[in-house]
Structures are given as C-alpha cells and as structure tokens.
C-alpha cells in the first residue's frame, strides 16, 4: 500500500525551510537568502521515495505583520498549516528548546496535524553540544544531508494511506512562470541592498515557452521612483546584472536556453495596497 501526504515546512523567517525543501527535493525550487522574509508564496515540491509520496509547502516564515503584505503571508502560512497532513516544524537547533508552535504562529488553535520538531542547522553546533530529542523530532543540516533520511522516516509513518497524487518523476505542482518569477525575486535579494529588495515584486507579462530560446517578459515592480533608478543601475548595469543571475536558474529548471526580457516599473506602495496585492498573487484568501 503507498502512503501519500501534503507536509508543510513551517517556522519563523529565516530557520532554513526553502534551503530544506531544495535538500528534499534535489532542485533548486525555493528562494535561499541569508535575508529573512524572501517567501512571500508557498511553494510546493514533490519527493516520491518506494512507496510514499510527500507533498512538501514552503510556507511563508511566521512572523508579526507590519503591513498587507506581510498579513497576506501569514494568511497564506496558516492557510498551509491548517490543510497539511503533516507539521514539520523548523527550529533552529542553536536555540534549543522550540517554543510551541500554536503561540509563534498566533494561531487560534493547535493545529489538528500531528507535528515533528525539525531543528535545524545541526551543523553549527558540536556533537558533544548537542541535546538529546525525542522521538518523532530529528536534528538536521539540509547543508550536509544529516538526519535528512530519519526526517523522510519519522514523516512517512504519519502520512495516510494513499495512491500517489502526482507523477513520480514530477518535482514541483506549480507552473514554470511561477518559479521564473521567484528566481528573478531571488536575484533581488541577492543583488540588491539593506531593505530595497523587500519593495521588489515580479511579474511576468509573457511567458513563451515554445521559442528557441524560450521566451521571457517581466516587470520588477518597486514602489518609488527612486527605487527604480537604483534597480536599473547605472547604464542598466544592475537590471542586467538581475537578468543573469535570474536567467541562468530559469534555464537550470527549464532545461532550455531562455530569453529574459526585464523592465522596472513603480506601483506606489504596492506592499501596504490591497488591490495591488491581489494583481500580484498576494491576496489574503
């Protein structure tokens, strides 16, 4: 009989659940950045391994709105918490013990899914340091692959009997336009400085997929326009600069040469307009 199952990875920014998800699934499918706060969106990816299939959600961290954007990315969490079959639980092993998770989520009530404590970034702390957990929770380093495979066994006993929901070859549920924004997002965060890259929302306006080379619009949208003079860079040295960085994991996941078409436009205070946010995919419900 196979078991199959959705999972979220939830936890507070920054605890390594997008460098997990990539672990897991053997591709670069979530945005890493030493910057916390870069998932702005679930995103989904599959692992099937004999006769389970996991479903794993990069939920966005868990934290205290300032503003709509970031109440659209707690909704989006909670929504992920509450439709899983499984709570993996990310905590960083450097500050053993988790709090509950019911009270860093603000949630209204504990969640109905069983929950295993995933602490991370074991590679930080000496074996000798390090605290004994209980079972079902596991210490992990998605940098070395340790506790990886006793995190697939302590999940795998605690996802339902099932018939597989997807191809076993397939690694993701969303379409390549999603992940074609998120990379291009991800270069961002890694080019751009202090807190500029959290005023940066992707869009792509065309997405043709049976060119040679593929195909890609976009729009970076930023919410002034001296923000837009920054991004574009000094004779377009950074908008070009974003376009490679973006380009090259496009083409990584697509598996075919990619034409990246990038503009910067200013969308006033997009992150705190709610009919802003629904355009971009960011809507609470």
């Known amino acids: 009989m196979t078991r199959c199952g959705t999972v979220v990875l939830a936890g507070r920014p920054n605890v390594g659940k997008s460098t997990l ?12 950045s030493p910057k916390p706060q870069s998932t702005r969106l679930p995103v ?19 934290l205290e709105p300032e503003y709509q954007l970031h109440e659209a990315m707690r909704a989006a969490a909670w929504r992920a918490i509450e439709d899983s079959e499984v709570i993996a639980y990310l905590h960083p092993l450097t500050e053993f013990p988790a709090p509950d998770l019911t009270k860093v989520a603000m949630l209204p009530k504990a969640p109905r899914a069983p929950i295993v404590t995933v602490y991370t970034k074991a ?11 209980a079972s079902p929770n596991v210490l992990i380093s998605a ?5 990886i495979d006793a995190l697939l066994t302590a999940i795998a006993g605690m996802l339902p009997e099932s018939p597989f929901h997807y191809d076993p070859d397939e690694l993701a549920t ?68 974003l376009g490679v960085a973006a380009r090259g994991k496009i083409e990584a996941l697509l598996g075919q040469r990619v034409f990246l ?16 946010l629904k355009r971009l995919g960011y809507a609470k419900s």
């Open 143 to 147: 940098v070395t692959g340790e506790g």
């Open 123 to 133: 590679d930080l702390v000496r074996p000798a340091n390090r605290p004994t957990v």
């Open 174 to 241: 969303q379409p390549m336009r999603f992940f074609a924004a998120e990379f291009i997002r991800e270069a961002a965060f890694d080019l751009l400085h202090e807190e500029l890259p959290y005023s940066v929302a992707a869009e792509i306006d065309e997405f043709r997929e049976g060119a040679e080379p593929v195909y890609i619009r976009a729009v970076l949208y930023v919410e002034r326009d001296s923000q837009k003079g920054i991004v574009v860079g000094e004779g377009g040295r950074t908008i070009k600069a």
């Open 21 to 32: 998800l990539n672990a897991l699934v053997g591709e670069h499918l979530a945005i890493v």
């Open 261 to 276: 078409d990038l503009h910067v436009k200013v969308l006033p205070k997009w992150r705190r307009d709610e009919p802003s």
């Open 44 to 62: 989904v990816g599959l692992l099937t391994k004999d006769d389970t299939q996991f479903i794993f959600t990069d939920s966005p961290g868990l």
